[in-house]
């Protein structure tokens, strides 16, 4: 059974930085996209980054590029969101997801992806 799970949020002021964790069990990363989301309240679930497993090829959305970096840890089993420069509408919740694939290509398209974790919950205060 793929479950996922995501850790690392919490409060921090503007400017500050997070880095999220998604860890995944009953699989390895190896042969899935990872795909990070975030949903804010009243508004759409948004895509911001994937990562490929079989090679690290990545994307990045158009507005997060230059603060927010993907990154996997095969060792660990573990995909990681870095984000820098921290807004207050980066307040969301977020969220990890995969969909199986030995391909290297990916975008964050919430639809493609087929198993998700429950979420964390980031807030960037004023």
């Known amino acids: 059974e793929v479950q996922l799970e995501e850790s690392g949020g919490g409060l921090v002021q503007t400017g500050g930085s997070l880095r999220l964790s998604c860890a995944a069990s009953?699989?390895?990363?190896?042969?899935?996209?990872t795909g990070w989301f975030r949903q804010a309240p009243g508004k759409e679930r948004e895509g911001l980054s994937c990562?490929?497993?079989?090679?690290?090829?990545?994307y990045n959305a158009d507005f997060v590029k230059g603060r927010f970096t993907i990154s996997r840890d095969s060792a660990t089993n573990k995909v990681y969101l870095e984000m820098n420069n921290l807004k207050p509408e980066d307040t969301a919740v977020y969220f990890c997801?995969?969909?199986?694939?030995?391909?290297?290509?990916?975008?964050?398209?919430?639809?493609?992806?087929?198993?998700w974790g429950q979420g964390t919950q980031v807030t960037v205060s004023a």
């Open positions: 009953g699989f390895t990363f190896d042969n899935y996209v």
């Open positions: 997801a995969v969909r199986e694939t030995g391909s290297n290509w990916c975008r964050p398209v919430a639809p493609k992806f087929s198993s």
């Open positions: 990562i490929a497993g079989s090679d690290g090829t990545s």
